[in-house]
């Protein structure tokens, strides 16, 4: 965030700087201040917004489900979902809008995933789609057993003889 700040303040003082060399002195200051000011707003505005949840509508990443390692839901204003998404080291802190169903899949999510040991997963977390009755969210499914090697030391049963 700070590096794209930096980036178009000095981009916009380029511009500001190479369009206006011949203009007169009130124009050149108008300028620089409404510059600085620039500056000053994209500077405050970044650091506003850290730690602060994003609203899940104006995520661009593209991930088809994403852990769930915590969850507030406030009701009547958001639920706030804190997501692991695949390929990204760090997690990150969502806001969703507030929807009693998607609160009681969550709840229920987080129930079944505690009996079962396992994880809560959000299903397509990015994605706006006008089916309202799909699961947003869900326990993980218990991890299989490991595979069993018969190979070596295979026991192999012997019919005994029955014909006598």
Same mark, same amino acid.
């Given at each position: 965030?700070?590096?794209?700040?930096?980036?178009?303040?000095?981009?916009?003082?380029?511009?500001?700087?190479?369009?206006?060399?011949?203009?007169?002195?009130?124009?050149?200051?108008?300028?620089?201040?409404?510059?600085?000011?620039?500056?000053?707003?994209?500077?405050?505005?970044?650091?506003?917004?850290?730690?602060?949840?994003?609203?899940?509508?104006?995520?661009?990443?593209?991930?088809?489900?994403?852990?769930?390692?915590?969850?507030?839901?406030?009701?009547?204003?958001?639920?706030?979902?804190?997501?692991?998404?695949?390929?990204?080291?760090?997690?990150?802190?969502?806001?969703?809008?507030?929807?009693?169903?998607?609160?009681?899949?969550?709840?229920?999510?987080?129930? @079944?995933?505690?009996?079962?040991?396992?994880?809560?997963?959000?299903?397509?977390?990015?994605?706006?789609?006008? @089916? @309202?009755?799909?699961?947003?969210?869900?326990?993980?499914?218990?991890?299989?057993?490991?595979?069993? @090697?018969?190979?070596?030391?295979?026991?192999?049963?012997?019919?005994?003889?029955?014909?006598?």
């Amino acid at each position: 965030m700070i590096t794209s700040a930096i980036v178009f303040a000095f981009l916009l003082g380029a511009f500001i700087f190479s369009i206006l060399p011949s203009a007169g002195l009130a124009r050149r200051v108008l300028s620089v201040s409404l510059f600085v000011a620039l500056i000053a707003v994209v500077y405050s505005g970044g650091l506003e917004l850290l730690g602060r949840p994003k609203p899940l509508r104006l995520e661009w990443r593209d991930a088809s489900a994403a852990q769930v390692l915590g969850s507030l839901p406030v009701e009547g204003q958001s639920i706030y979902v804190w997501l692991k998404l695949p390929g990204v080291a760090e997690p990150r802190a969502y806001t969703l809008p507030w929807s009693i169903e998607a609160a009681q899949q969550l709840q229920t999510a987080m129930s @079944d995933a505690q009996a079962n040991g396992t994880g809560v997963q959000m299903a397509m977390p990015f994605e706006a789609g006008l @089916d @309202d009755r799909e699961r947003k969210f869900y326990a993980e499914p218990q991890p299989p057993l490991p595979a069993k @090697d018969y190979r070596g030391n295979a026991l192999l049963y012997q019919q005994p003889d029955t014909r006598s």
